[in-house]
């Protein structure tokens, strides 16, 4: 297999944080997360949507554009998305969903599309990610350095890896660095060179596309 990572300079220390799933934990993960669809289509924001924990739990149903598959502007940590494509997989979902009370919150508590008092969006964040390791983490002994996050490291290679070969069968002799770029919204990253540092910490050699295991 190629190297999709090859154009990215080596470092001496690896960190340990921000561990992907390997393709056997991600298969094992989805299968779980059949018996807990509110769970599974949280997880699916994380993964075809590529978003921030906490920016799926600050969405309401105003924040969506079904109609133009687009979120609608979105706080985010380094400040705000506009028009953010809506994956299929998430607006066939969608589609099914009430969305007409617009500050009813995407993802109540253990359920869907419903007013939520917490005390902040950080508490909702922490429920959703406690969920998570009671149902699929302890179940798949995953270790400290794994999580509901690792689900969007996997995305952001797969997406990278993904890119770079297409542009490269295009002919593309920059194809790492446009790659890079077009990564940068998901990954919330304002740089090809912060691309390449987080690149650097998520990658194990993943060489499959993880959408298969979603069907």
């Given at each position: 297999?190629?190297?999709?990572?090859?154009?990215?300079?080596?470092?001496?220390?690896?960190?340990?944080?921000?561990?992907?799933?390997?393709?056997?934990?991600?298969?094992?993960?989805?299968?779980?997360?059949?018996?807990?669809?509110?769970?599974?289509?949280?997880?699916?924001?994380?993964?075809?949507?590529?978003?921030?924990?906490?920016?799926?739990?600050?969405?309401?149903?105003?924040?969506?554009?079904?109609?133009?598959?687009?979120?609608?502007?979105?706080?985010?940590?380094?400040?705000?998305?506009?028009?953010?494509?809506?994956?299929?997989?998430?607006?066939?979902?969608?589609?099914?969903?009430?969305?007409?009370?617009?500050?009813?919150?995407?993802?109540?508590?253990?359920?869907?599309?419903?007013?939520?008092?917490?005390?902040?969006?950080?508490?909702?964040?922490?429920?959703?990610?406690?969920?998570?390791?009671?149902?699929?983490?302890?179940?798949l002994n995953l270790d400290s350095n794994q999580g509901i996050n690792?689900?969007?490291?996997?995305?952001?290679?797969?997406?990278?890896?993904?890119?770079?070969?297409?542009?490269?069968?295009?002919?593309?002799?920059?194809?790492?660095?446009?790659?890079?770029?077009?990564?940068?919204?998901?990954?919330?990253?304002?740089?090809?060179?912060?691309?390449?540092?987080?690149?650097?910490?998520?990658?194990?050699?993943?060489?499959?596309?993880?959408?298969?295991?979603?069907?």
């Amino acid at each position: 297999d190629s190297n999709y990572v090859s154009g990215i300079k080596n470092r001496k220390v690896v960190p340990k944080k921000n561990r992907p799933f390997t393709p056997e934990q991600f298969k094992q993960v989805w299968i779980i997360l059949k018996d807990y669809p509110v769970l599974e289509f949280y997880c699916m924001h994380v993964y075809y949507g590529m978003l921030r924990l906490i920016t799926i739990n600050r969405l309401t149903c105003k924040d969506i554009n079904v109609n133009e598959r687009k979120f609608n502007e979105t706080i985010t940590k380094t400040g705000v998305f506009n028009n953010k494509v809506v994956t299929k997989k998430l607006l066939d979902r969608y589609k099914e969903l009430d969305l007409s009370e617009d500050n009813f919150y995407i993802f109540g508590k253990k359920e869907l599309v419903s007013h939520w008092e917490a005390s902040n969006d950080e508490s909702r964040r922490r429920y959703y990610s406690n969920w998570f390791r009671k149902v699929v983490k302890k179940k798949l002994n995953l270790d400290s350095n794994q999580g509901i996050n690792s689900l969007r490291h996997n995305s952001h290679y797969s997406f990278y890896k993904n890119k770079k070969k297409e542009l490269e069968e295009q002919g593309q002799t920059n194809a790492h660095v446009l790659a890079c770029e077009s990564i940068m919204v998901y990954a919330n990253k304002k740089t090809v060179s912060e691309v390449e540092a987080y690149l650097r910490e998520v990658d194990f050699g993943l060489s499959i596309d993880y959408g298969q295991y979603i069907d």
